[in-house]
């Protein structure tokens, strides 16, 4: 079921990102916890964006047999059917996710991950200043540094966020509208507009909650701007050929991508897969 889970949440990105993601910020080759902590990561979210679309889907077999006019029609328990098997479905996911403590797993192996990449940034700390550029200026300089990777993850999460919200007021408005229409056009059909679209507006709005995209985004901007500060110290420490200045930078680098990063997890604690 995890992958599943994955897949909808990646899927849920494309859909409101379709320009692409983040970069990656180094081969995961030699740190498989890397791949797992963002395996089991991504499956939680897309637990919690399941549990939303599944809350929709259930308002929409609820007002399905009004708006298809088959409310007293022997058809109309097949919706019935479909309602119940989908509530069941909510809380199989739920279960599930507190079952397998997706998200206890997704936080210490994030951890270990970052303490895993970092260990050569550590270690360059009692080297020469060659072997500290070996290995602060690959995080601080190139297409895949980490600078490069927070910024596009802020614009990708703040990408994803903003599609999220148009769409969810796109929606209102074509409710809105339909509720008007309702007034003089006594359509059975037009519940679908008056009655699920809302609800659909309304999980969207909760997944874009639970997700908490736009603080991530933010944790990353900040995360970036710090560490284009800590490069300009340490071009000019290696500029004037002080290594004790260009120790401390690394030092200080090491610290906030390894224990000073915590806001990340600050949000992740906050994620709770809950009944829509």
């Not at 056009?185 to 659909?200: E, K, N, S």
Request: a neutral charge; hydrophobic letters at 50%; glycine letters at 8%.
């Amino acid at each position: 079921m995890n992958k599943f889970y994955e897949s909808l949440f990646l899927a849920y990105q494309r859909i409101f990102d379709p320009s692409g993601g983040a970069s990656k910020r180094h081969s995961t080759e030699n740190y498989p916890i890397d791949s797992l902590a963002t395996h089991l990561g991504n499956a939680y979210r897309g637990s919690g964006v399941l549990v939303g679309l599944l809350g929709a889907m259930i308002i929409f077999c609820a007002v399905a047999p009004v708006g298809f006019g088959v409310l007293h029609d022997h058809s109309a328990i097949y919706f019935g059917i479909a309602e119940v098997i989908l509530m069941t479905w909510v809380l199989f996911t739920i279960f599930s996710a507190h079952q397998k403590n997706l998200k206890g797993r997704w936080i210490e192996a994030r951890k270990q991950a970052e303490i895993e990449r970092y260990a050569p940034l550590k270690e360059s700390m009692t080297k020469d200043l060659a072997g500290l550029q070996a290995a602060a200026l690959p995080l601080l300089d190139g297409a895949n540094c980490q600078i490069t990777y927070n910024r596009k993850k802020h614009a990708q999460y703040h990408a994803i966020e903003h599609s999220a919200e148009k769409a969810t007021l796109i929606g209102f408005g074509l409710s809105l509208l339909a509720a008007v229409l309702h007034l003089v056009v006594h359509a059975d059909a037009l519940i679908f507009l008056t009655a699920f679209l809302p609800a659909m507006v309304g999980a969207l709005h909760g997944i874009n909650s639970f997700l908490r995209l736009e603080q991530l985004a933010l944790d990353h901007q900040k995360i970036a701007a710090e560490l284009e500060g800590m490069k300009a110290s340490f071009t000019q420490a290696v500029g004037k050929n002080d290594l004790n200045a260009a120790r401390l930078v690394v030092d200080e680098m090491h610290s906030l991508l390894t224990e000073g990063h915590l806001g990340w997890i600050d949000i992740a604690n906050r994620l709770e897969v809950r009944a829509p």
